[in-house]
Antibody, heavy 124, light 113 residues
Framework: QVQLQQSGPGLVKPSQTLSVTCVIS??????????WNWIRQSPSSGLEWLGR?????????EYSASVKGRMTIKSDTSNNQVSLHLSSVTPEDTAVYYC??????????????WGQGTLVIVST | DIVVTQSPDSLAVSLGERATLKCRSS????????????LAWYQQKPKRPPRLLIY???TRESGVPDRFSGSGSGTDFTLTINSLQAEDVAVYYC?????????FGQGTKVEIK
C-alpha cells in the first residue's frame, strides 16, 4: 500500500522560499511507472496542478506556467522522497499543498494516491 | 490549457435519491488511438485530500461503492450517485489528464436536502 507523508513549515514570510517534503512508502521515487506531482488548493484558485517529476532512464520535470521559474521539484533517492521548493512567495501562494502519485509510466495518469496535505500560510 | 467546468456549483438531494453532476472540458480529452477519455472524478471531504472515484471517465476505482458511476466521452461527462447516502456529502471534482497542465473543475458541493 502506497503512502505519502508530507511535512513542512506552516508559515512562510513573503519573498522567502516555501519548501514541503513528501516521503514515499510502498513505492520508489525512481519507479519507471510513477510520477510524483505537486498540487495546491486554495479558496481563490481551487485545485491547481503545479508540476511533477519522474524517472524514465533519467530524471524529468514539468512545471505549470503559473509557477515556472519559481518552482523546483527535487528527488531524493536515498530517502525516497520528493520536495517542492517555491521561491519569492507572496500571500497568493497561501494554500494547502499536496503531493500525489500518478502512474503515467503505464499510461494511467490520474492521481491515485495523495499525501495528507500541508497548509502553508504566507504572511509577515 | 484545457478548461474544465462543472455544474451545478452545489446540489441538495434527499437521502436515497439520485445526484447528477456534470463536467465539461473546453476541448476533447478523447484519444482516437485508444478511444479513451482522459477524465477522472474525485470526492473530497473537509480537511481531507481528494479521493479518486472514477478514471477513464467510467471506470470505478477499487473499493468505490457501485452507487457511483461515470459516463460521457469527448467533452461532456456525468458523475451519478445513485441512492445518496449521508456519507456522500462532499465536494466532487473532475480532472482532465489528457495533457499537462492537468486541470480540475471548480467542484460541485453535494448536500442532503
Amino acid at each position: 500500500q502506497v503512502q505519502l507523508q508530507q511535512s513542512g513549515p506552516g508559515l512562510v514570510k513573503p519573498s522567502q522560499t516555501l519548501s514541503v517534503t513528501c516521503v514515499i512508502s510502498g513505492d520508489s521515487v525512481s519507479s519507471n511507472r510513477a510520477a510524483w506531482n505537486w498540487i495546491r488548493q486554495s479558496p481563490s484558485s481551487g485545485l491547481e496542478w503545479l508540476g511533477r517529476t519522474y524517472y524514465r532512464s533519467g530524471w524529468y520535470h514539468e512545471y505549470s506556467a503559473s509557477v515556472k521559474g519559481r518552482m523546483t521539484i527535487k528527488s531524493d533517492t536515498s530517502n525516497n522522497q520528493v520536495s517542492l521548493h517555491l521561491s519569492s512567495v507572496t500571500p497568493e501562494d497561501t494554500a494547502v499543498y499536496y503531493c500525489a502519485r500518478d502512474l503515467s509510466g503505464v499510461g494511467d495518469a490520474w492521481f491515485d494516491t495523495w499525501g495528507q496535505g500541508t497548509l502553508v500560510i504566507v504572511s509577515t | 490549457d484545457i478548461v474544465v467546468t462543472q455544474s451545478p456549483d452545489s446540489l441538495a438531494v434527499s437521502l436515497g435519491e439520485r445526484a447528477t453532476l456534470k463536467c465539461r472540458s473546453s476541448e476533447t480529452v478523447l484519444y482516437d488511438f485508444n478511444k479513451k477519455s482522459y477524465l477522472a472524478w474525485y470526492q473530497q471531504k473537509p480537511k481531507r485530500p481528494p479521493r479518486l472515484l472514477i478514471y477513464w471517465a467510467s471506470t470505478r476505482e477499487s473499493g468505490v461503492p457501485d452507487r457511483f458511476s461515470g459516463s460521457g466521452s469527448g467533452t461532456d461527462f456525468t458523475l451519478t450517485i445513485n441512492s445518496l447516502q449521508a456519507e456522500d456529502v462532499a465536494v466532487y471534482y473532475c480532472q482532465q489528464y489528457f495533457r499537462t497542465p492537468y486541470t480540475f473543475g471548480q467542484g460541485t458541493k453535494v448536500e442532503i436536502k
